[in-house]
């Protein structure tokens, strides 16, 4: 298994920069791929960005796309997110996920089935 805590998160204002970290523990060894998912109020959970652990290849959602940052530092089994022109479109609880069995980068929510608690992100306008 793999523990997943989130850190980060809060209040800023529109077109500020914020910052996410998520540490892994456990079988960090499986890892394959993590991701960050939101879930909006009333909405789906929704991938945000994902990055494959081995060769940190990414990829972004549409709506991030040239704003937020995914990152991974594999020493200390942490991945990261930066966020920056924040948007209030950007609200949401903001969740890490991992996964430990698919050999490609996989933006499928199904394919991540360890999740940490998730961290409230609210953009003011």
């Known amino acids: 298994q793999v523990q997943l805590v989130e850190s980060g998160g809060g209040l800023v204002q529109a077109g500020a920069s914020l910052g996410l970290s998520c540490a892994a523990s456990?079988?960090?060894?499986?890892?394959?791929?993590m991701a960050w998912f939101r879930r909006a109020p009333g909405k789906e959970r929704d991938l945000v960005a994902a990055?494959?652990?081995?060769?940190?290849?990414?990829y972004y959602a549409a709506s991030v796309r040239g704003r937020f940052t995914i990152s991974r530092d594999n020493a200390k089994n942490t991945m990261y997110l930066q966020m920056s022109s924040l948007k209030p479109e950007d609200t949401a609880v903001y969740y890490c996920?991992?996964?430990?069995?698919?050999?490609?980068?996989?933006?499928?929510?199904?394919?991540?089935?360890?999740w940490g608690q998730g961290t409230q992100v609210t953009v003011s306008s």
């Open positions: 456990g079988r960090t060894s499986s890892l394959y791929n």
């Open positions: 990055i494959r652990w081995s060769s940190g290849s990414t």
């Open positions: 996920a991992a996964d430990i069995d698919t050999t490609f980068l996989t933006i499928r929510l199904k394919d991540y089935d360890h």
